[in-house]
């Protein structure tokens, strides 16, 4: 089974930064998309950004500028450096790992259970 840890999340003013971090655990063979989402209470998940096995990187229009995601293959570890926050970035945040769990190719995805990233003065 796969599990995947996310920290990092809390409360910060208008135009500070957090780094989320999330850590996957379990029996991997290899991860390929890493991603991370974000809900908004009363709204959809929406995707945040996401980044391929090759380093690969997409962000949402909202975002773009001002956070980065990035990845440690050899840590099973993805992060979100999130600066210049605003109050419409205030959500639960949540990862999502597809890994491949044979060397055959089968694959599974697998999701965080979320963090809380406050935005407010």
């Known amino acids: 089974q796969v599990q995947l840890v996310e920290s990092g999340g809390g409360l910060v003013q208008p135009g500070g930064s957090l780094r989320l971090s999330c850590v996957a655990s379990?029996?991997?063979?290899?991860?390929?998309?890493m991603d991370w989402y974000r809900q908004a209470p009363g709204k959809q998940r929406e995707l945040v950004a996401t980044?391929?096995?090759?380093?690969?990187?997409n962000y949402a229009e909202s975002v773009k500028g001002r956070f980065t995601i990035s990845r440690d293959n050899t840590k099973n570890t993805l992060y979100l450096q999130m600066n210049s926050l605003e109050p419409e970035d205030t959500a639960v945040y949540y990862c999502k790992f597809t890994v491949v769990l044979t060397r055959w190719g089968r694959t599974s995805d697998y999701w965080g259970q979320g963090t809380q990233v406050t935005v407010s003065s």
């Open positions: 379990g029996y991997i063979f290899s991860i390929n998309a």
């Open positions: 980044t391929t096995l090759a380093g690969n990187t």
